[in-house]
């Protein structure tokens, strides 16, 4: 398997993992947080009902698009 493989294998995995979580999370009615690149070290918390906010250093917060829009 060369390193490009490998990098493909480990990012499916990953995206199926945030999905666990993800459905999980909805399940119980528990929000989740974590950082995308996008939004540099600012921290995404997603709710369950699929609204989410992005949260900076300063503590302000400001809602995003919600996943896949």
């Not at 490998?6 to 999980?24: F, I």
């Not at 009615?29 to 369950?48: Q, S």
């Amino acid at each position: 398997m060369d390193l490009f493989e490998e990098l493909d294998r480990k990012a499916e995995a990953l995206s199926r993992m945030g999905e666990r979580v993800r459905a999980e999370a909805r399940a119980t009615n528990t929000p989740i947080c974590y950082m995308e690149p996008a939004y540099g070290t600012d921290i995404i918390w997603e709710f369950p009902d699929g609204s989410r906010e992005r949260r900076t250093a300063d503590g302000s917060a400001v809602s995003i698009a919600p996943r896949g829009q």
